[in-house]
């Protein structure tokens, strides 16, 4: 539900962490690779396929640089990895065999 004027729209699929500076984003969804057309990346200009969470055209190494240079503003959550899956272990087994 939004008030009259405030619309937010929802990312393309959820975000999860913001890594930290200088450590690396895990995008292993295939949301994030656009396989039908190639826009320039929004920081270098370059052609990509690759998409941030929120659709944004970005290769994710610009990404990443853009998180080491822009820590604080990159806790507003431009770029983020992919929500952790859920583990697939029963109960009380490990990732152990």
């Known amino acids: 539900m939004t008030r009259k004027g405030r619309t937010k729209e929802k990312p393309p699929f959820e975000p999860g962490l913001i890594p930290a500076p200088g450590e690396l984003l895990v995008w292993r969804d295939g949301q994030h690779f656009d396989r039908w057309q190639d826009s320039p990346c929004t920081l270098c200009g370059r052609p990509t396929p690759m998409r941030s969470h929120s659709g944004e055209p970005v290769?994710?190494?610009?990404?990443?640089d853009w998180i080491t240079a822009n820590p604080v503003e990159a806790r507003l959550g431009r770029f983020a990895s992919d929500l952790a899956p859920k583990p697939k272990s029963k109960k009380g087994q490990g990732d152990h065999a």
């Open 59 to 64: 290769h994710k190494a610009c990404a990443e």
